[in-house]
């Protein structure tokens, strides 16, 4: 009985430390990167260039600071059971006069791509769109 119970254990242990190692929190894992990106407003066919920065935890892009809105923070889990791993970000700025911009993407290698809106105070989107491009000093966007 008691190697039973000891066998079980342990089992448990392995299966929860394989399957804890998937996806770890990881805050600030993108700091000092910088993606030129193409951002395709939708239902638009024509693509502005921006650039997300990531410094000590925060996401920053010049759309967003066009539009009065400041760096804010973001979060980032790794998925190293992709192979190469994988980092998924999620970032929402707001502010009290604009509304709430939010961002969702996925670094894979030195590429980047992902979704974001613009809601306003009442909720009401203003402005969706998707993106996608690489980091800065590679074979950039266009």
């Known amino acids: 009985m008691k190697k039973l119970v000891f066998t079980l254990l342990a089992l448990v242990l392995v299966v929860s430390f394989t399957?804890?190692?998937?996806?770890k929190s990881h805050k600030g894992k993108l700091?000092?990167?910088?993606?030129?990106?193409?951002?395709?407003?939708?239902?638009?066919?024509?693509?502005g260039i921006d650039e997300l920065k990531f410094?000590?935890?925060t996401l920053d892009?010049?759309?967003?600071?066009?539009?009065?809105?400041?760096?804010?923070?973001?979060?980032?889990?790794?998925?190293?059971?992709?192979?190469?791993?994988?980092?998924?970000?999620?970032?929402?700025?707001s502010d009290d006069k604009e509304g709430t911009y939010e961002w969702t993407g996925k670094v894979?290698?030195?590429d980047?791509?992902?979704?974001?809106?613009?809601t306003t105070k009442?909720?009401?989107?203003?402005?969706?769109?998707?993106?996608?491009?690489?980091?800065?000093?590679k074979k950039e966007a266009k």
Do not use: H
């Open 31 to 47: 700091d000092r990167k910088t993606y030129v990106v193409e951002v395709l407003p939708d239902g638009k066919k024509k693509a």
């Open 122 to 137: 009442k909720g009401k989107t203003k402005r969706s769109f998707t993106f996608s491009g690489t980091l800065k000093g």
């Open 19 to 23: 399957f804890g190692q998937a996806k």
């Open 55 to 57: 410094v000590s935890g």
């Open 108 to 110: 894979t290698g030195d």
């Open 61 to 93: 892009s010049k759309m967003m600071t066009d539009d009065g809105f400041k760096a804010a923070s973001y979060d980032a889990t790794v998925d190293s059971s992709a192979n190469p791993p994988e980092i998924n970000f999620t970032c929402t700025a």
């Open 112 to 118: 980047i791509e992902g979704s974001g809106k613009l």
